[in-house]
């Protein structure tokens, strides 16, 4: 019998996939064929700047890193099977392009708003699915 392997899968796979390191994300845009711009995410219908759409667009990965605008400490699951308490923040993207995203560590006490953020892999009990999880660009580099 021959073992297989199955190739991880992100929850979201129009926003980002698995870097070449294995942990780290890239995020997935659009480059808009009339501006050249980039629109996030890669499947928006339109560049969020001059409107264009996006039926053509080139799809570009780029690293997965921002910088923490606000956060907030949440203790009631905002979807099913959300581990409580967790923190939730704005993070800015791109130039023009803020998300909000659950921040990967165990309280706040380390983070400040600027700080420089990574978006890693969070990977579910099963392994093999993935989502997004922010941490502390320095806490990546371990």
Do not use: K, W
Request: net charge negative.
């Amino acid at each position: 019998m021959t073992a297989t392997h199955a190739e991880p899968r992100p929850r979201h796979p129009t926003l980002y996939r698995l870097a070449a390191n294995g942990r780290s994300l890239e995020f997935l845009y659009a480059r808009c064929p009339g501006c050249q711009r980039l629109t996030f995410p890669a499947n928006a219908p339109g560049c969020m700047h001059c409107g264009a759409p996006l039926d053509e667009a080139e799809q570009v990965g780029l690293p997965g890193e921002g910088t923490l605008m606000e956060y907030v400490t949440l203790h009631v699951a905002l979807v099913p099977g959300m581990p409580v308490p967790a923190i939730a923040g704005d993070v800015r993207i791109a130039e023009g392009v803020v998300e909000q995203g659950v921040i990967g560590v165990a309280d706040e006490s380390g983070l400040r708003p600027g700080m420089a953020l990574t978006a890693i892999a969070a990977f579910d009990d099963d392994g093999l699915t993935y989502r997004c999880a922010f941490v502390p660009a320095e806490e990546n580099r371990q």
